[in-house]
C-alpha cells in the first residue's frame, strides 16, 4: 500500500491552509487564462512562471500554484469555445464543433455545465491514471542509463515535431534553433561557446525569456496584426442548471475519451489537442451518421473535453518521470521545475516524494475546486470575456516585461525576450511550430551530456548508443514517431498546428 | 513559396556560419571523445540540411499582412526596445504608461481609450506588483524622489 501512505503524505502537504489557497488562486487564474481568447495554457503559464520565481515560493508550492493554472486552463478553454465559437486555446478548438452549435440552439447553459463536467471527468481519471502509473514508469527509467537517454531526447523531438507541424523539415528546423541556442554559453565542462564574445552569453540565454518572448509577445504582435477583431457573444446564457440527464447520457463517452486522452497525453510531443481530436474522431465514427456530430450533440461537447483534460493530466506523466514534456505546457511546467532546481525524472520520485506527492494531492484537489468554479460559479468566467483585447494584451505585455526584469534586472534579457517574440511571430507566419523551439533550448544541455557520457563510458564507440534493446526501442519509436505523420496526414487532417 | 525560400536560404546560412563558430570551439582539457565541437556541429548540419529541403520543397504563402501593418509591427518592436532601455533609468510608471498606451492604441485605434488603458495599467500593475507582490520595482526616477 505504497500508494496509500504516498497519498497520505501528499495530502498532509497539499491540505495546509497556505498550499489550498494556492491552489484554488491557481485554478481561478488558470480558468481566466483559458477562456479568454489569445491567452492558452502556454503562454499564460510561461509569463507567471518569472512571477512565481520573484515571489520565493518553495518548490512545492509554486508547483501546486503553477499546475492548478495549467488545469485551469484546460478547464477554461472550452467557455470562449461555446459562446464565442473562439476556442480559448488550442486544445479546446474541437468543442467549438459542438459546443457552439449547442449554444445556439439555446443550450448554452447545459453546454457550459456538461462540458465542465467532462473536463472533470477526464482531469480526475488522468490525475488518477498518474497516480499509479508515474512511479512504475519511474521505475522503469531507473534501467536508463546514458545511450537510453540521448534516444529519449531524439524521441521527444521526433514525436513532437512529427505531430506539431504538416511539415517534418520545419519541425527539424525547429528543434535546431532551440538546440542551437541551448549550445551558447558556458557547456558542463565549464568552457564558453559560441558567445560572439559577448559577456551577457556566458550564462547562455535563460530559457524563461525565450518561452515568455516566442510566446506571450509574439501573440501580441498577431493581435496588433488582426487589430484584436474577435467577435462578440451571440448566444443568450440563462439560469445554469445541472442537466443531469445529459451527463447520464455521456457517461461511456466520457469514460473512453478519457482512456484516449489518457493515452495520447502520455506520448512524448503528443499533447491535449491530440487527445481532443482522438476524442471527438472516434465519439464521431462510434456514433455514426445519426449521432448528429457538428450540430449540437451533447456527445460531441462531452468527448473533447474529457478527452483534452485526460491529457493534460498524462502529459505530466513523461514530465514528471523522464523529464521529456509531452507537450507545449508541459515544456514550461519543466522550466518551472528547473528554474526551483528540480530535476524530474525517476530520482524526483525517491528524492523528493513531498514534492511530487504533493501534486498529485493538491491536483486532486484542484479538480474538485475547478468543478466547483465551472459549475456553479461559471457566470463570473462568462464577465471575463467581455475583458477587451486593447487592455488585455498590452497588460500581457507589461507583466511579461515585468516578470523577466525582476528576473535578472537586465535590459538584454528584455530585448531578447523582443527578438524571440519577433522570432516567434515569424515562425508561426511561416507555419513553423515553436514548441520544438522551447524543447530544444530546455533540453540541449541534457541531450549533450547524455551523448558525452554516453561516449565517455563507450570509449567513443557510437554503437553503444544501440547497445540496449531499450536504446533500440526508443530508435525506432523515434523514427516512427517522426515518419509516420507524413503518411498519417492524409487521414489525421488537423485543422490547425498544434500549440498546447 | 518565396517565403520559405527565402526563410530557409537565411536558416542555411546561419548553420553554416554556427559550424564555422563551432570549429573555433576551444577544448578543454578535460577532453573527452566527443569534445564541445561535435554537437553544435551535429546541430547545424541537421538545420543546414533540413533548410535546403525547405528551399527545395516550400510550402504555399503565408498571408502576410499589408505594408501597413508591417509598419505597426515595426513600430511595436521599436516601441518595446525603447521600453526596454527606458525600465531601469525612468522608473516604472511612466514608460509603462507610454508603451501600453501605444500597444493598446495599435491594437483598437481610439486615443481615450488607449490613454485610459495605458495608465490604468501602469498604475493598477505598479500597485499589484509593488505591494501585494513585494517585487522591487521603482515607481518614478531616482532623481524625482530624491
Known sequence: MDIMSNLALGFSIALSPYTLMLAVAGCFLGTIIGALPGLGPSNGVAILIPITFTLGLDATSALVLMTSVYYGAMYGGRISSILLNIPGDEPALMTTLDGYPMAKAGRAGDALVLSGFASFYGALFATIGLMFLAPLLSRVAYQFGQAEYFALYLLAFCTLGGMASNNQAKSAIAACIGLGIAMIGYDSRGMPRLTGGNLHLFDGIDFLVAIVGLFAIAEVFFFIESHGKKSSIGVKLDKVRIPWKDIYATRWTMFRSSVVGFIAGILPGAGASLGSFLAYMSEKSIAGKDGGFGKGAIKGVAAPEAGNNAAAGGALVPMLTLGVPGSGTTAVLLALLMTLNITPGPTLFTDRPEVVWGLIASLLIANFVLLLMNVPMVKIFVKVLMVPPWILLPGVTMVSFVGIYSLSGSYFDLLLMVGFGVLGYVLRKLDIPTVPVILGILLGGHMEDALRNAMVISGGDFMYLFSSPIAIGLWIAAIVGFVAPMFLRRFLKKPQAVTD | ?146
Not at chain 2, 559550424?19 to 578535460?30: C, D, K, V
Not at chain 2, 504555399?60 to 501597413?68: A, D, G, S
Not at chain 2, 510608471?93 to 507610454?98: G, L, V, Y
Open chain 2, 1 to 146: 513559396m518565396a517565403s520559405d525560400r527565402i526563410f530557409g536560404l537565411v536558416v542555411a546560412v546561419v548553420a553554416l556560419a554556427y559550424i564555422a563558430g563551432a570549429t573555433q570551439i576551444q577544448t578543454s582539457f578535460l577532453s573527452d571523445p566527443v569534445g564541445p565541437k561535435t554537437f553544435p556541429i551535429m546541430i547545424g548540419t541537421v538545420a543546414a540540411l533540413a533548410a535546403t529541403f525547405m528551399v527545395l520543397k516550400p510550402d504555399p504563402e503565408p498571408n502576410w499582412p499589408v505594408l501597413r501593418t508591417f509598419g505597426a509591427l515595426f513600430f511595436a518592436v521599436v516601441v518595446l526596445v525603447l521600453y526596454a532601455f527606458s525600465l531601469k533609468p525612468m522608473g516604472f510608471i511612466i514608460p509603462t504608461a507610454i508603451t501600453a498606451a501605444v500597444l493598446s492604441y495599435q491594437i483598437k485605434p481610439q486615443f481615450a481609450k488607449a490613454a485610459l488603458s495605458g495608465v490604468g495599467l501602469s498604475i493598477g500593475l505598479f500597485i499589484l506588483f509593488k505591494f501585494a507582490l513585494d517585487l522591487g520595482l521603482i515607481g518614478f526616477p531616482k532623481s524625482w524622489t530624491s
